[in-house]
């Protein structure tokens, strides 16, 4: 089956800094890829969404110098986090849709962003 | 704007039992997709089953059924035979012409 895979699943940083996660679809093409956030205990809520070739949707309410979203190639998306700040610290997924239309998504495993 | 409700925060069944798992949502929309994802502790996203809305036959999974009523916008899951590794955080999830949108999911324990 289709395989999404994220990469780093944790990392820790120093506020301030920026960090860097990887989101590959490995068996299949995505035009389109989702960024997702995730709080303890709570529901998957839509970042940006995340097209080849072209600006990324963000979704109201998130900052889109903060969080920069990178899809340069049909397999890969990246979300770099400027300037970290504890508050941002969370479980970020991303997400790839395998065809067009309603097609199921795949999901990564997630990255557990800790900023210190 | 598409929202997906999902009633029941947590709940819990005994080994081999059925567990039922509500959903709504509210649409505009004729077309669309609808969703039960899985989030155990690993936190990874693992789909369960998926309901095309132009389909009147409830979809099944081996022990995983729907009960999808349209016109009511009902669309829960019913866990047959529940087993220790169902346990985990169930989402419901709708798609049609914006990107998918997530119930507040439902905390599934499965007592021995």
């Known amino acids: 089956g289709a395989v999404v895979s994220q990469h780093p699943s944790r990392v820790i940083c120093k506020s301030g800094t920026s960090v860097k996660i990887e989101c590959r679809s490995l068996?299949?093409?995505?035009?389109?890829m989702f960024w997702y956030r995730q709080f303890p205990k709570q529901s998957l809520m839509l970042m940006a969404t995340?097209?080849?070739?072209?600006?990324?949707?963000?979704e109201q309410g998130v900052e889109k110098d903060k969080f920069l979203i990178n899809h340069a190639s049909l397999t890969l998306s990246t979300l770099t986090v400027t300037s970290a700040h504890p508050e941002d610290s969370s479980f970020y997924i991303c997400s790839a849709r395998e065809g067009t239309g309603n097609s199921p998504l795949h999901f990564g495993n997630g990255t557990r962003l800790t900023v210190t | 704007a598409q929202t997906v409700t999902q009633s029941q925060p947590e709940m819990s069944v005994q080994e081999a039992e059925t567990v039922t798992l509500s959903c709504t949502y509210d649409?505009?929309?004729?077309?669309?997709?609808l969703f039960w994802y899985k989030q155990p502790p690993s936190r990874q996203m693992i789909l369960v089953i998926r309901?095309?809305?132009?389909?009147?036959q409830n979809a099944t999974e081996n022990r995983f059924s729907v009960n999808f009523q349209k016109a009511a916008k009902s669309f829960s899951l019913k866990i047959s035979d529940s087993q220790l590794g169902d346990a985990a955080m169930y989402f419901c999830?709708?798609?049609?012409?914006?990107?998918?949108?997530f119930g507040k999911g439902t905390r599934l324990s499965v007592i021995a």
């Open positions: 309901q095309e809305a132009y389909k009147q």
């Open positions: 068996d299949f093409q995505a035009t389109t």
């Open positions: 995340s097209n080849e070739g072209s600006k990324a949707t963000y």
């Open positions: 999830a709708y798609i049609g012409n914006t990107p998918l949108v």
């Open positions: 649409t505009s929309e004729s077309d669309y997709y």
